[in-house]
């Protein structure tokens, strides 16, 4: 069992360059979520998916979009990169009740 | 007010101490409670749900007061490798959002 994955682990953007972060889970949990984690700050919600084919906006979804593919993968967009969004993103998902997070992608955007 | 605060940290103890952290949240309606753990540069991790009559795990024992809107989590004979940061985290009423304190520092000192 990997639990949840997450692709890639760096990555170095330009400014308004855009790219996607993949995250797959094998653990059949029906909700998947995407934070952002800056220095020194707590884990912001950007996105969530209650269930395959649904997404909601969480508290800092401004420069971002989403995909629930399927209910293993829910991935996270971003159009239009800003030095802003250098953070570490995680992915995670839950079944009933406990969450279970991926490793993280390190964005630096210049 | 924040929706979840924790004591600030950092906390620095020697090896064999016993620290105690606290954790307030602010929605009455929230129906799960956790603690997670994350070492520097990693993702979060399950430490512990809280449960109402309280629960123990080794060394690890988690209090809920709901009256009181108060979590806490107590380590004994703290070792080296308990070094991170401790996440008070709680589950909505709805089920579907998680939110996360910022945080506390704990530093276990030879």
């Known amino acids: 069992n990997a639990g949840v994955t997450q692709t890639p682990k760096f990555q170095v953007l330009k400014t308004g360059q855009s790219m996607t972060l993949q995250c797959a889970q094998d653990?059949?949990?029906?909700?998947m979520y995407w934070y952002r984690q800056d220095p020194g700050m707590g884990l912001r919600l950007i996105y969530y998916s209650a269930s395959e084919g649904t997404t909601d906006k969480g508290e800092v979804p401004n420069g971002y979009n989403v995909s629930r593919l399927n209910k293993r993968e829910f991935s996270l967009r971003l159009e239009s990169a800003a030095p802003s969004q250098t953070s570490v993103y995680f992915c995670?998902?839950?079944?009933?009740?406990?969450?279970?997070f991926g490793p993280g992608t390190r964005l630096t955007v210049t | 007010r924040k929706e979840v605060e924790q004591d600030p940290g950092p906390f620095n103890v020697p090896e064999g101490a016993t620290v105690a952290f606290n954790c307030t949240y602010s929605n009455s309606a929230s129906q799960s409670f956790f603690w997670y753990r994350q070492d520097c540069r990693k993702e979060p991790k399950l430490l512990m749900s809280v449960y109402s009559s309280g629960n123990e795990d080794g060394r690890f024992t988690a209090q809920l007061n709901r009256a009181s809107q108060y979590i806490s989590l107590l380590i004994r004979d703290s070792k080296l490798s308990d070094s991170a940061t401790y996440l008070c985290v709680v589950l909505d009423n709805y089920g579907q959002n998680f939110v996360f304190g910022p945080g506390t520092r704990l530093s276990v000192l030879p």
């Open positions: 995670a998902s839950s079944g009933y009740y406990e969450q279970y």
């Open positions: 653990m059949n949990h029906n909700s």
